[in-house]
Every structure is written in C-alpha cells, then in structure tokens.
C-alpha cells in the first residue's frame, strides 16, 4: 500500500479534502492521539471499507489535559504510526504542531454541558471542552462525510453526537466497538505506563464487566451487581474512581432494569498511578444472548 502523505498545515490539509470531495470522493475521518494499537485501526479499518478515502490525525491535544495529567509524558512514535497506518490504507496524516492548532493568542473554546457534565465531567475538569475544541478544530480541516470513534470512550462519543448536533456540523459520527487484548483488557495507549504488576490487576477490570453482564442477564438487583462490581475491583488493589451502571444515553443512574433503555456500565479506576477506563453496554435482558 502506499505510504500516507504525511500533512502539517490545516489550509492544506482542508485543500487536500476539499480538492477530493469535490472529485465525489467519501472521505472518512480518525482523530487519534498517535502512539497507536488495533484500536485504533479498527476505526481505520473501518473507515477505509466505509470510505473512498481516509484521513487520521495525530495530535496530542494539551487542551484535554488537566494540569496534573500526563500531557508532557504522553506516549509518542510518529514513525511507528505513519509505519502502521500505511499497512491499514489511509492516505492522509494530518500531524499539526501544537501552534498550528493553537496558534499564539488562540482563546476560544467550545463550552460543553449535557452529557459532558457527569463522571469524566466533574473528575476531570475542563476535559471535554477541550476534545470538543480539537475535534472542531480538526474538522476545519479535515471536512469530512464521516468521523470515527471507539466506544471504549463511551462519555466521549456523546458528547461528540451533542456538539454536532447543536451546532449543525455536517458530519456522520460513527461508533466502533472497543478492541481488548487477549486479556480481555481494553487497548489503550495509556497501558504502556502499566508495569507487569499493574497488569495482572488490570485484566479484573473486563472479568469483573463480565461477571457483572451475568449478573444482569441473571436479573440481579442493579445495586447488588454494581456492590458485586466494586467488591471485585477494590479486593484487587483497584482504587476505583466510579462504577456505575446507567442509561447508555442520559448517563442518568438508573435504579432497575427497563428494556427501553439502552443500559451501559462505566469504570474509571486507577491500576498503580495509571488511570484506566473501561464500559460494557448490557444486553436486553428480553434477549436470549442474555
Ligand atoms: P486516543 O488516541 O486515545 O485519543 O483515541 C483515538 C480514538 O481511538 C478514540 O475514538 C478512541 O475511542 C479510540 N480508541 C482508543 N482505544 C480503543 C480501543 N481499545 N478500541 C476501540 N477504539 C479505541
């Protein structure tokens, strides 16, 4: 496959899009933080059988990041991505400096609320208006038909549905399933910080989702699955931030099964100093997968 043409400059990337949109290409579009696994190229690769073309960005966005988060750590391997993503097919690689995306005297941000506003909200202040200014921003240029991401970042995907849909960004946002190791743990780019250690500990987080789902299926009272979940996680050394079952759509805590509502279990915990999120969406309990 040929390699990606790698793409610093926002006006030439949108040139770029814009001279292929008008040619009737589809373009597909993955915003991602590089240091990249499967996850991620399960977006791609699901992008590429949508798409004529794909488009990924690499961009460690400081604006997501509190002051005492990992920005300055974060993983980075340009070369090993661009190496990646040129066996998945993308053509372009949008890899913006921080001063292109945020240029000297850049003040504007897109304030988010709704479902911004719970869990990662109040853990991690200021976290999602800054996903919401980089995927806009992003957008400006890379103006794409469809956007792609995983649902292991559950809170993410609707606050991105909210912002599209209020301000009328015409874009298709397309949800992939979360890639797990053989462990069952979720990939991420943050589980190169966990030691040998951390890791043993870590795969009780997909176990403890899974005993949970039986539970559920088992028609188990929502307070003793989620009691049962905890108990699982902290017995571990897990220090848990929140796990929680509740409407995949509102975030609400919801206090007894209804087949209505789509019903979703969120973890965020720590594995050492490492801060790690998993979900599971729950099955109808009317299903016989259940
Ligand atoms: P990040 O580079 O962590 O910002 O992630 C970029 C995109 O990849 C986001 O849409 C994530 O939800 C998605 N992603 C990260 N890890 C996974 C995974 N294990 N499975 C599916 N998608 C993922």
């Known amino acids: ?30 915003p ?7 996850g991620h190229t399960s977006l791609v690769d699901q992008a590429t059988a949508d798409c004529d073309d794909v488009v990924t960005s690499i961009f460690v966005n400081p604006s997501q990041f509190g002051p005492n988060e990992d920005y300055e750590e974060y993983p980075r391997d340009l070369h090993a991505d661009v190496h990646l993503l040129s066996q998945h097919g993308v053509r372009w690689i949008f890899a913006p400096d921080v001063q292109e995306m945020f240029p000297p005297g850049d003040s504007t941000r897109i304030e988010v609320s709704g479902p911004a506003k719970p869990y990662e909200g109040i853990l991690r202040p200021g976290h999602f208006s800054g996903v919401a200014t980089i995927v806009l921003r992003l957008l400006q240029s890379t103006p794409a038909h469809k956007i792609y991401f995983g649902a292991k970042d559950w809170q993410q995907i609707l606050v991105i549905r909210q912002m599209v849909q209020d301000l009328g960004v015409d874009i298709e946002v397309v949800t ?18 966990l030691s040998k250690d951390d890791r043993e500990q870590a795969i009780t987080i997909y176990s403890s989702l899974q005993q949970a789902e039986k539970h559920w299926c088992n028609g188990m009272a929502i307070n003793k699955i989620e009691n049962d979940l905890k108990k699982r996680l902290s017995t571990k050394g897990i220090q848990i931030e929140y796990a929680d079952i509740v409407d995949a759509k509102s975030l609400n805590k919801i206090s007894k099964a209804n087949p209505s509502t789509p019903t979703i279990i969120l973890i965020a915990c720590r594995v050492g100093s490492t801060r790690l999120i998993d979900n599971l969406l729950l099955p109808s309990q009317t299903l016989s997968s259940c």
């Open 1 to 30: 496959m040929p390699t990606p043409l790698i793409v610093r400059k926002r006006a030439e990337m949108r040139n770029l899009i814009l001279t292929n949109r008008a040619l009737g290409r589809r373009i597909g579009f993955v």
């Open 176 to 193: 992939c399933p979360t890639v797990r190791d053989k462990d069952g743990l979720a990939m991420s780019s943050r589980n190169t910080y």
């Open 32 to 38: 991602t933080m590089g240091s990249l696994h499967r």
